[in-house]
């Protein structure tokens, strides 16, 4: 099914609505970026990583990437072994495991809700969005590379 909208220059766009079961062999995700706020009253941040969950491939994972030189553009005083500690955790956190700590016995989607949640620390997550995909593993890589490197 699609849509045909125009814009008010005239253009013509189309969008194209996928419902319950027409996605083919994609299935909903949602991500959200990890974001360092090194001096939290002052709110810039840089992004360092990017968490994705897929309910129905039963997946959450996160991948990181710190850019020192852009931090330290921020905070020449930031921790920078404290912040990658920090983001360390919550890659463990997604991967389950012994890794996880107390979040091990936990599904997926819980341990995606519990990273997602406002808080006002160091490192921080953004909104959430979604999308469709096949691969999520290869989505999280994708978004990675596309929103933090």
């Given at each position: 099914m699609s849509e045909t909208h125009i814009h008010m220059a005239g253009h013509v766009t189309e969008r194209h609505i996928t419902r319950a079961g027409q996605g083919g062999d994609r299935d909903v995700f949602e991500y959200a970026l990890l974001r360092v706020v090194p001096r939290v009253e002052r709110g810039e941040c840089v992004n360092a990583g990017v968490i994705v969950y897929s309910r129905a491939r039963g997946y959450v994972g996160a991948r990181t990437h710190l850019d020192e030189a852009r931090l330290?553009?921020?905070d020449p005083a930031a921790d920078v072994?404290?912040?990658?500690?920090?983001l360390?955790?919550?890659e463990k956190v997604c991967a389950g495991g012994d890794g996880a700590g107390q979040a091990a016995g936990d599904d997926a989607?819980?341990?995606f809700r519990w990273l997602i949640a406002p808080r006002s620390t160091v490192v921080q997550p953004g909104s959430v969005h979604t999308g469709l995909t096949a691969d999520p593993a290869a989505e999280t890589e994708r978004l990675l590379d596309l929103l933090v490197r």
């Open positions: 330290l553009a921020l072994a404290g912040i990658r500690a920090a360390g955790a919550v989607g819980r341990r």
